[in-house]
T-cell receptor, first 115, second 111 residues
Framework: DTAVSQTPKYLVTQMGNDKSIKCEQNLGHDTMYWYKQDSKKFLKIMFSYNNKELIINETVPNRFSPKSPDKAHLNLHINSLELGDSAVYFC??????????????FGDGTRLSIL | GENVEQHPSTLSVQEGDSAVIKCTYSDSASNYFPWYKQELGKRPQLIIDIRSNVGEKKDQRIAVTLNKTAKHFSLHITETQPEDSAVYFCAASGRTYKYIFGTGTRLKVLA
């Protein structure tokens, strides 16, 4: 069983479109994250939710809106896609509350390509 | 602000040799230091981690050392094998409980 699963795995779309990426974890973790990995492989945190509550919101354009319907799911909606949004987006999860610094488990990533 | 520097950016070693990757962090409140391995097209996977109350941790061919005074930590891989070839990321986490990742090291193990 995949512990952290993301859909879709690949997403190719036109500039200006709106798209969503879904993430689910079956580890029973309390905290979930979205990361962006650019073409130079740099991994940067975007958002984090703990028990459906937003706890990390980095300097990300407000075209990106995360939503956590429950602690096992964290989705990412992107409006008005731009060329610079092309990247691999990783979802991750970890056990415990903020400040406990537990290992994060990553999903397989969603490769977003903007044409 | 918080920052993690990682060196080298690329590293080539002969099979059987050792590899060392070094990271330096800026936030003195950092207390958790994981290392991730990312193979081409795959997800980052945790390979070892260390907390600030420990100076060294070892798991088979992999070891991590931490120098809190100098704010340095290093990954050591001994007896390298071709399957160790990947990109390795260090990270530091502390008062803001978010990971600050290093810029990655591409390790190539030459057979």
């Amino acid at each position: 069983d995949t512990a952290v699963s993301q859909t879709p795995k690949y997403l190719v779309t036109q500039m200006g479109n709106d798209k969503s990426i879904k993430c689910e974890q079956n580890l029973g973790h309390d905290t979930m994250y979205w990361y962006k990995q650019d073409s130079k492989k740099f991994l940067k945190i975007m958002f984090s939710y703990n028990n459906k509550e937003l706890i990390i919101n980095e300097t990300v354009p407000n075209r990106f809106s995360p939503k956590s319907p429950d602690k096992a799911h964290l989705n990412l909606h992107i409006n008005s896609l731009e060329l610079g949004d092309s990247a691999v987006y990783f979802c991750a999860s970890s056990q415990g509350s903020p400040g406990t610094n537990q290992p994060q488990h990553f999903g397989d990533g969603t490769r977003l390509s903007i044409l | 602000g918080e920052n993690v520097e990682q060196h080298p950016s690329t590293l080539s070693v002969q099979e059987g040799d050792s590899a060392v990757i070094k990271c330096t962090y800026s936030d003195s409140a950092s207390n958790y230091f994981p290392w991730y391995k990312q193979e081409l097209g795959k997800r980052p996977q945790l390979i070892i981690d260390i907390r600030s109350n420990v100076g060294e941790k070892k798991d088979q061919r992999i070891a991590v050392t931490l120098n809190k005074t100098a704010k340095h930590f290093s990954l050591h891989i001994t007896e390298t094998q071709p399957e160790d070839s990947a990109v390795y990321f260090c990270a530091a986490s502390g008062r803001t409980y978010k990971y600050i990742f290093g810029t990655g090291t591409r390790l190539k193990v030459l057979a």
